[in-house]
């Protein structure tokens, strides 16, 4: 269930709010510039079809979304739960950082969890299947893929380069919870 949570940067074990009412999400992460959306599938996707097939049936957000907002490259990546890179894989993005354009997500299948500091409050968001985010170049986060990774994600880009991490050095994401799916937290 896609949910958010806000929380002050101090208190990580009382969320000042939780919701999993899609809108209510958009409102609020509107409020910090963070676009959140869901789509639908023209037709039935999964794990393990094509690149091409996930984005056919997705082209009509994808081609709004790229009008919209310039992006020049499209992809798909896909991560499972016996790669043998995961814990790699999931280490890289648990520290704080930034990029210099934005960093835009669709999930086409499974989840993950993005945490936000922005001011003085982070936010949380679990973002499952039909759960589209994008997050402003320059916003401090982290996200979460899980111990078990799985899902399959349409990434969208301006630059090559624009999608390399800049490392804050601070804590703030080893204060905060990390993901377990199935877990109430």
Same mark, same amino acid.
């Given at each position: 269930? /896609?949910?958010?949570?806000?929380?002050?940067?101090?208190?990580?074990?009382?969320?000042?709010?939780?919701?999993?009412?899609?809108?209510?999400?958009?409102?609020?992460?509107? @409020?910090?510039? !963070?676009?959140?959306?869901? &789509?639908?599938? *023209?037709?039935? !996707?999964?794990?393990?079809?094509?690149?091409?097939?996930?984005?056919?049936?997705?082209? *009509?957000? $994808?081609?709004?979304?790229?009008?919209?907002?310039?992006?020049? %490259? !499209?992809?798909?990546? /896909?991560?499972?739960p016996d790669n043998p890179? @995961?814990?790699?894989?999931?280490?890289?993005?648990?520290?704080?950082?930034?990029?210099?354009?934005?960093? =835009?997500?669709?999930?086409?299948?499974? *989840?993950?969890?993005? #945490?936000?500091?922005v001011g003085e409050k =982070?936010?949380? $968001? %679990?973002?499952?299947?039909?759960?589209?985010?994008?997050?402003?170049?320059? %916003?401090?986060? &982290?996200?979460?893929?899980?111990?078990?990774? *799985?899902?399959?994600?349409?990434?969208?880009? #301006?630059?090559?380069?624009?999608? =390399?991490?800049?490392? %804050?050095? #601070?804590?703030?994401?080893?204060?905060?919870?990390?993901?377990?799916?199935?877990?109430?937290?």
């Amino acid at each position: 269930m /896609s949910r958010l949570r806000i929380f002050h940067e101090n208190r990580h074990d009382a969320p000042e709010l939780t919701t999993a009412d899609h809108a209510e999400m958009a409102r609020e992460l509107a @409020r910090i510039g !963070v676009g959140f959306e869901q &789509w639908e599938a *023209s037709k039935p !996707v999964q794990p393990g079809d094509t690149p091409e097939a996930i984005m056919e049936a997705y082209r *009509s957000d $994808i081609d709004r979304l790229v009008a919209e907002r310039g992006f020049r %490259t !499209v992809d798909v990546v /896909s991560i499972a739960p016996d790669n043998p890179n @995961r814990e790699e894989m999931r280490r890289k993005f648990l520290d704080e950082h930034f990029h210099k354009e934005d960093e =835009v997500r669709f999930f086409v299948a499974g *989840s993950g969890l993005f #945490t936000l500091h922005v001011g003085e409050k =982070v936010f949380e $968001i %679990t973002c499952e299947q039909g759960d589209l985010i994008a997050v402003p170049d320059g %916003t401090t986060h &982290w996200f979460d893929m899980g111990p078990e990774p *799985s899902f399959v994600a349409i990434r969208f880009f #301006t630059e090559p380069d624009g999608w =390399v991490g800049h490392f %804050t050095g #601070t804590d703030i994401a080893q204060r905060f919870p990390r993901y377990e799916k199935g877990q109430a937290r």
